[in-house]
């Protein structure tokens, strides 16, 4: 059972949009922890896709955004692409666990 | 360019040790703090240790109840990780990252390709 809750699955069609929702509480966003969002394609490592809520790193398409609200947070993609085809998680920090938690993590299908 | 290159893994019985490392370069090693996460097969991410960049201060999972170690060596550019009283739940891919922190907020910029370690008689 992860500390930050995210849907096992979602799926969209080509050219269409989808989010991705992570619910966590008040010891982690709540508490005002920032969320990041990782890529995981399949057979590889995960890579920084969103950091600090709502930042993309350098390379990342402006396809995917983020934002955080209350105790959630979430991953917005537009435009889906079969690359988009993945594992997203998403990760906080954790103040009554003094330390970093992850999303159990959510598999992208594009129809 | 970053590059993290972990090496180290392997099959090893219920009870064993391991050590596990990850040879950094592209970047001033002592600057950045350094982490394991590993990944059970079929399984999602949990962040395993952390080390800050002067290796004074390193922070566990509490799951590990104190079996595992954590250090760096600057004269090699390589972090390491200790495993000792191995179990099957240890059965994962280990993955190194580097930590980018932000006012108290942490994430990995960069991951290694991974490790497998495998623990079964």
């Known amino acids: 059972q992860s500390v930050l809750t995210q849907p096992p699955s979602v799926s969209g069609a080509p050219g269409q949009s989808v989010t991705i929702s992570c619910t966590g509480s008040s010891s982690n966003i709540g508490a005002n922890y920032d969320v990041h969002w990782y890529q995981q394609l399949p057979g590889t490592a995960p890579k920084l896709l969103i950091y600090e809520n709502n930042n993309r790193p350098s390379g990342v398409p402006d396809r995917f955004s983020g934002s955080k609200s209350g105790t959630s947070a979430s991953l917005a993609i537009t435009g889906l692409q079969a690359e988009d085809e993945a594992d997203y998680y998403c990760?906080?920090?954790?103040?009554?666990?003094?330390?970093?938690?992850f999303g159990g993590g959510t598999k992208l299908t594009v129809l | 360019d970053v590059q993290l290159l972990e090496s180290g893994g392997g099959l090893v019985q219920p009870g064993g040790s391991l050590r596990l490392s990850c040879a950094a370069s592209g970047f001033t090693f002592s600057t950045f703090a350094m982490n394991w996460v590993r990944q059970a097969p079929g399984k999602g991410l949990e962040w395993v240790s952390t080390?800050?960049?002067?290796?004074?201060?390193?922070y566990y999972a509490d799951s590990l109840e104190g079996r595992f170690t954590i250090s760096r060596d600057y004269s090699k550019n390589t972090l390491y990780l200790q495993m000792n009283s191995l179990r099957a739940e240890d059965t994962a891919v280990y993955y190194c990252?580097?930590?980018?922190?932000?006012?108290?907020?942490?994430?990995?910029?960069?991951w290694g390709q991974g490790t497998l370690v495998t623990v079964s008689s």
């Open positions: 080390i800050s960049g002067s290796g004074g201060d390193t």
């Open positions: 990760q906080s920090y954790d103040s009554s666990l003094s330390g970093v938690v």
């Open positions: 990252a580097r930590d980018r922190c932000s006012g108290g907020n942490c994430y990995f910029d960069y």
